[in-house]
């Protein structure tokens, strides 16, 4: 039977993204049946300025899996991210980002192989905010001068960073449980508990308790500034690593520039009986339509849900090919060339007739 599965083509680039990971996917022989759904920028003015429609939301719901192509979020202003919007309305609090190196990217590393699994719903990047000047800032901050603390100031904007028992352990159990599913040997917790002791000191005390839990996989954790200079220097001793909302962030994005950047970073969000995978890079609304933009994260997310529905066979036969292609470094797009200005660089759509045509022999 054909695997039922929510499409959001995005707005950007994500749209000729998303089309050349669908011709990809169907090339590998795995029936698929695409509900497409709309999110993003594109569809504000006509859903009354929601960027993220309630008919998207359920369909997912429905589908219980869906294949997102990346979505604007604005600077400083306008519309929250649809990303952060998902992962609340959907409950998807563990989000999983391989980092590997693939021969034939141009990367001062070698043999990197690690994951980084970010809790999504909780810490400063829940977005609990209060804007600088409003009522509620300003009543949140003379509570706090009346109770003797000198910050936050009157003239304050102020987030909040809620860490949970209930949302710690659960994240720490699926990482224990994905490390041993995928054959990996440590789980590594990332944290600053030597200042935050009661947020990201909760934090690394559940981790700890579930590793106790877990004693068949080795666990460590690291500070988080001392995280990311272990991974500049020593990427190789780590295998998954977990993270609070906001450094996992950060140090996803930093392991991607270990591998040689965002364009071959994929990225998979999993609740409760429902999965949304999607790149992690943003969506270059500057480039849409140009045809040029790397579609190696995308249809490696894509693969990332060919293992999640079951497709095991079909998920190693597409990640040979990309690894092929990207190693002989013929059919690939200008940011994998050894000069960017190659004119024997190809587009989007090319680069994925190339991986059709693989799979299809």
């Given at each position: ?8 083509p ?9 089309e050349?990971?669908r ?67 959907l ?57 003797g ?50 947020t ?35 990427p190789?001793d ?120 693989t799979?299809?022999?």
């Amino acid at each position: 039977m054909a695997h039922r599965v929510t499409l959001i083509p995005g707005d950007g680039t994500g749209p000729e993204l998303t089309e050349a990971t669908r011709r990809v996917l169907e090339a590998t022989g795995v029936a698929f049946e695409w509900d497409i759904q709309s999110a993003g920028e594109a569809i504000m003015e006509a859903n009354g300025g929601n960027p993220l429609p309630d008919e998207t939301l359920d369909s997912i719901r429905r589908n219980g899996v869906a294949l997102k192509g990346p979505i604007t979020t604005p600077v400083g202003g306008g519309f929250r991210s649809v990303n952060v919007g998902l992962r609340k309305e959907l409950d998807l609090y563990a989000q999983v980002r391989p980092c590997k190196t693939y021969p034939g990217v141009r990367s001062r590393y070698a043999d990197v192989d690690l994951v980084i699994i970010r809790e999504t719903t909780e810490d400063i990047y829940a977005g609990i905010e209060f804007e600088q000047g409003t009522p509620d800032a300003l009543e949140l901050a003379a509570w706090f001068e009346a109770r003797g603390e000198t910050l936050p100031r009157p003239d304050s904007g102020i987030s909040i960073k809620p860490i949970s028992i209930s949302g710690t352990r659960r994240v720490f159990e699926f990482a224990f449980d994905y490390a041993r599913r995928m054959g990996r040997s440590r789980v590594t917790a990332v944290h600053k508990a030597n200042i935050m002791k009661f947020t990201d000191g909760l934090w690394l005390r559940v981790a700890r308790e579930v590793a106790a839990e877990n004693s068949d996989i080795d666990f460590n954790d690291r500070i988080a500034d001392n995280m990311c200079m272990q991974l500049v220097q020593h990427p190789e001793d780590y295998d998954v690593i977990v993270a609070p909302n906001l450094y996992g962030d950060i140090i996803s994005d930093l392991a991607a520039g270990l591998i040689g950047g965002l364009g071959v970073a994929p990225g998979a969000n999993f609740g409760e009986g429902v999965a949304v995978f999607e790149p992690v890079h943003g969506s270059s609304p500057s480039h849409a339509g140009e045809n040029k933009m790397n579609p190696v994260a995308e249809i490696l997310s894509g693969m990332l849900m060919l293992r999640h529905l079951g497709e095991h066979d079909a998920a190693a036969r597409l990640e040979t090919a990309i690894t092929d292609l990207i190693r002989e470094g013929e059919h690939v797009t200008a940011d994998m060339k050894p000069d960017r200005d190659d004119p024997t660089a190809v587009g989007t759509s090319q680069m994925a007739d190339a991986l059709v045509a693989t799979l299809s022999r």
